[in-house]
């Protein structure tokens, strides 16, 4: 969560966040979710920075949606709360 929420660097953000969405675990995700649940706007920029960094491309993961999905039925509030942002964020990106 440090490295996803971190106020000093930017780019440590972005790329955690890419890191995770490209693990596309349910544990990996739920990482990234947990963090959009508390993060300020610009923290979220950078998340959705990174996950649209880990979808686009020859080698972008698909798996996210279907982890999104998942998600959406946890037990934390902020968590499905926070996989619905993810979830349109990832369909932002698919347009």
């Known amino acids: 969560m440090g490295l996803l929420l971190d106020v000093e660097d930017t780019a440590v953000t972005r790329q955690t966040a890419e890191s995770l969405a490209r693990v596309g675990t349910v544990a990996a995700v739920r990482l990234i979710a947990l963090a959009v649940a508390e ?8 998340l959705q920075t990174g996950v649209h960094d880990a979808l686009v491309g ?12 998942k998600l959406s039925r946890d037990q934390e509030e902020a968590v499905r709360w926070a996989a619905a942002a993810l979830s ?8």
Request: with cysteine; net charge negative.
């Open 39 to 46: 993060a300020d706007d610009n923290q979220a920029d950078w």
């Open 58 to 69: 020859p080698d972008g993961v698909q798996d996210v949606a279907a982890v999104c999905a």
């Open 88 to 95: 349109a964020w990832i369909d932002g990106t698919r347009r």
